[in-house]
């Protein structure tokens, strides 16, 4: 499946984590279910279907997963989990995004 038609719930900033995720789906023959932001960091479902589990692609979707940790969702610089003004909501931004964003340290 081409990487771009695949629906993300996320910002374009953590593309490069996701890309090669979808890469190893499409060659080992898995499904991407879903692409999304979670408690500020990126998750990664896939089905394995018939190929049966892929161990390099389940150590790539956790490295990718906690790679997101310290890189900005929205474009890809340096990064930390930070909440909204409300303290209602977490994402992971460089200090340019949590200001454009609205978004401060948790403490």
């Not at 499946?1 to 789906?25: H, S, T």
């Not at 692409?35 to 990126?42: A, M, N, Q, S, V």
């Not at 018939?50 to 929205?74: F, H, I, P, Q, T």
Request: proline residues 3%.
């Amino acid at each position: 499946m081409d990487n771009d038609k695949i629906y993300r719930q996320c910002g374009d900033g953590w593309k490069g984590l996701i890309d090669p995720l979808i890469q190893r789906c499409n060659e080992v023959g898995a499904t991407v279910d879903q692409i999304k932001e979670k408690y500020g960091t990126l998750r990664f479902y896939y089905t394995p279907h018939n190929a049966g589990w892929d161990d390099k692609l389940e150590k790539l979707v956790d490295d990718a997963e906690y790679a997101s940790a310290r890189m900005c969702e929205m474009c890809g610089a340096e990064g930390k989990l930070l909440v909204n003004k409300r303290g209602s909501w977490l994402k992971t931004l460089c200090p340019g995004c949590a200001l454009d964003l609205g978004y401060k340290d948790k403490s």
